[in-house]
C-alpha cells in the first residue's frame, strides 16, 4: 500500500466503524522532547490519524495556543533531525499513521529529499504544509514522487476553480478549514459549515476533514455526516499544557 | 526559459519580473495559507487594473503633488562634499508628508483598497512610519485602520505611536515572538487570516506574497524616476554611485530602480550591521542569510540550519528584520546591487555629521546608507554620489536621547 493511501484508509475506516474519523495533532516537543513519546503514543491509541507538528519560529496561520506550543518545543530543541529521531525509534510501536505538518521553511532546511527518504522508516506517510498553496505544490515535487500524501488545504472563501484543482493535487484527505481564522478559532455558523463541506466533499475524490476550533463532543457531533473526520489540534495541546490526558480528551470527544 | 544573470536583470529592467506566479527568478512567490489566496487574488486583480487606468495615475498625481509634495527635492551638499572630497548629493524622501518615503506606497494601497472596496485596513510597522503613513493615508481616503506593532518598538519609537493615534488610528501593540517588526509582520497576518474578505493589509516593505513585492516597488519607483531626471537637469551627469539603506528595502527598491539600466551607475546597498557579525547581533540578511521562506515570500534570510528564523539587532527599527524582498535577493544573485553591513555607531557618526553640516537630521536607518556612501568614495576623490535620505529622525529622539544618555555616563565615569 502506498503511504498515502495508508492515511485516507485509516479515515474511511474511522469513520466506518465511528461515524465520523478523529484526526489528532500533537506539537513534537510539548510541554518537553521527554515528554511527547508518551503523548504521541496516547493520541495514536485513540485517533486514526496523528498529524506531528513540527514547530517553526514563525507560525503566521496558528492562534495562541499553537504558537506557545511552538515556542516551547523549540526552547526543548524539537529540530527535524531531532524530531524524525524520536520518530524513527518509535516506528511500529504506534496505532495510527503519522503524518508531519509544519510550515514550509523548516521542511526546506531538512531537505525534501532527504525527507521523502527517511519519511518510511519514521513512519511518515504524508505532509501538511499550511503555506504551501497548490500553485507552489512543485516545491513538494520529491514528497509526491514518493507517493507520500501531501493534504490539500481549502478554505469557506476557496472559490469553485481553485477547490477544484485543489482537491484534484491532495493525496490522503482534504483538510477543509472549517472557519476563517487562525487555528483555534471557532466563530462561523453551522448552516454555512455544512453547505461549505458538502460543496468540498462533492468536489474530492478522497475524504474530507474539518478543522481549526473543534473543542468539544458538540462541534464533532455536529460534523457527523457532513464531513468524514475532524481535526483536534489546539483543544489537545491545551489539556497537554494543563497536564491532562490526551487519551481521556479525544475518548470523550468521541 | 531565463536563467542567466544577464537574462534575469534584463527581463527585470523590461519589465518582465516578477512573472505570473510572483517569481523574480527563484526568489519569491506565494507563501501563505489558503485562506489568503483569494484576498491576494483580489488585490492583484485591482492594483492591476487600477495600473492600468489614466484615471488612477490622475487622482494618484494629485494627492502626490497637492498631500504628499511630490516631486521631492534633490540637492546637493556642499559641506558634506567638502568633508568626503566628492560630490554629494541627497534625494530628499524625507520631504515627504509624513516624514519618510514610506507615503508613496501608504497613499497607493489605500486607493486601491478603497477601489477594491476594503471597509478597513490593517497594517505592520517597525520604525513607525509605515505605520504613520499608513494612519495618514487611510485618513485621506476615508478608510479605518489597525496597525500592528512590536511592544519593543511602540517603546523606541514612541512620538509615532502618538501621531498614528492622532490620525485616528488603533494602534495594537504585539508582545509574542520577539516584539518587533518580525512580530508584528506575523500578527498583521494573523488579522488578515481571520478577517479575509473585507480587510485590505497594507504591507509596508518590498517583503511578503505576492502582488507585495511587485506593487511596493511599483508605487515606489517614483523615488528613482525623480532622482535620475533631477540629476541630469540639477548636476547634468548620473552619479558614478548611488546609495540606500536595505531592510525588507522598499525605498532601496524603488530607488534602484530608476538607474537599473544605466551600467555605468553602481548601486549599494546598507544593511543594518547592529552591534556585531555574530547571530542575533544584527539583521544584514544578505551578509549572513542563506534562502528560506519567510511571510509568503522566498528570500534571504537569517535563519539557523533548522531553518529557524534568527533574532535580529539593530539601533534602526525600521531595519530590524530577519528577511529582505525578493527583488533585492535576484539583484545581488545578478550582480546589480552590492549590500554591506554598516554597523549601529557607524550609523550614528554618519547621522550626526549630516545633521551637523548640512542642517539635516536624517533617520537611523538612512544614516546607514550615509555611512556606507562614506566608505565607498573614500578611494575614489571627486566621485559623484546620489544618497537616498529615505526618512527624517523626528521619530528617532527616545533613541537618540538614550545614547547621549549613555554617552554622559561613559565619559562621566571614565
Known sequence: ??????????????????????????????????????????????????????????????????????????????????????????????DAPLLLMGYLNPLLAYGLDRLATDA???????????????????????????????????????????????????????????????????RN????????????????PIPVCAGFGIREKAHVDALRGACDGVIVGSALMEAVGEGRSVGDLLRLLR | MTTTSTDLLQALIEGALPDSNGFFGPFGGRFVPETLVPALERFEAGAREALADPMFHTELRQHQEGWVGRPTPLAFAPRLSAAWNAQVWLKREDLAHTGAHKINNALGQALIARRIGAERVVAETGAGQHGVATAAACARVGLPCIVYMGSKDVERQAPNVVRMRRMGAEVRPVTTGDATLRAAVDEAIRHWVGYPEGTHYILGSAVGPHPFPWIVREFQKVIGVESRRQMLEKAHRLPDVAVACVGGGSNAVGFYHGFLADASVELHGAEAGGVGAHVGQHAATMSGGTPGVLHGSRSMLLQD???????????????????????????????????????????????DELSRLEGIL???????????????????PGATVL?????????????LTRLADEHAQSEGSA
Open chain 1, 1 to 94: 500500500m502506498r503511504a498515502h493511501e495508508r492515511i485516507s484508509d485509516a479515515i474511511a475506516k474511522g469513520r466506518d466503524t465511528h461515524g465520523i474519523a478523529l484526526v489528532a495533532y500533537v506539537t513534537a516537543g510539548f510541554p518537553t522532547m521527554d515528554a511527547f513519546p508518551g503523548i504521541l503514543a496516547d493520541a495514536c491509541a485513540h485517533a486514526d490519524v496523528v498529524e506531528v507538528g513540527i514547530p517553526f519560529s514563525n507560525p503566521i496561520a496558528d492562534g495562541g495556543t499553537l504558537q506557545a506550543t511552538s515556542r516551547v518545543a523549540l526552547e526543548h530543541g524539537a529540530t527535524m533531525p531531532a524530531i524524525m529521531d524520536e520518530l524513527r525509534g518509535m516506528h511500529g510501536s504506534l
Open chain 1, 120 to 186: 518510511e522508516s519514521a513512519g511518515v506517510n504524508g505532509v501538511i504544509v499550511p503555506d504551501l498553496p497548490p500553485e507552489s505544490l512543485e516545491v513538494a515535487r520529491p514528497i509526491i514522487d514518493a507517493r507520500l500524501a501531501t493534504i490539500g488545504m481549502v478554505s469557506p472563501v476557496t472559490h469553485e476553480d481553485r477547490l477544484q484543482s485543489i482537491v484534484e493535487r491532495a493525496s490522503g484527505f482534504v483538510y477543509a478549514v472549517a472557519s476563517v481564522g487562525v487555528t483555534g478559532q471557532h
Open chain 1, 189 to 204: 455558523d453551522q448552516a454555512d459549515i455544512t453547505a461549505y463541506l458538502q460543496r468540498v466533499r462533492e468536489a474530492s
Open chain 2, 305 to 351: 540550519e533548522h531553518g529557524q528564523v534568527s533574532d535580529t539587532q539593530s539601533v534602526s527599527a525600521g531595519l530590524d528584520y530577519p528577511a529582505i524582498g525578493p527583488e533585492h535577493a535576484l539583484l545581488a544573485h545578478v550582480g546589480r546591487v552590492a549590500y554591506h553591513a554598516v554597523r549601529d555607531d557607524e550609523a550614528i557618526t554618519a547621522l
Open chain 2, 362 to 380: 536624517p533617520a537611523v536607518e538612512p544614516s546607514h546608507a550615509l555611512a556606507l556612501a562614506k566608505h565607498l568614495v573614500r578611494d575614489r
Open chain 2, 387 to 399: 544618497v537616498n535620505v529615505c526618512g527624517r529622525g523626528d521619530k528617532d529622539m527616545p533613541i
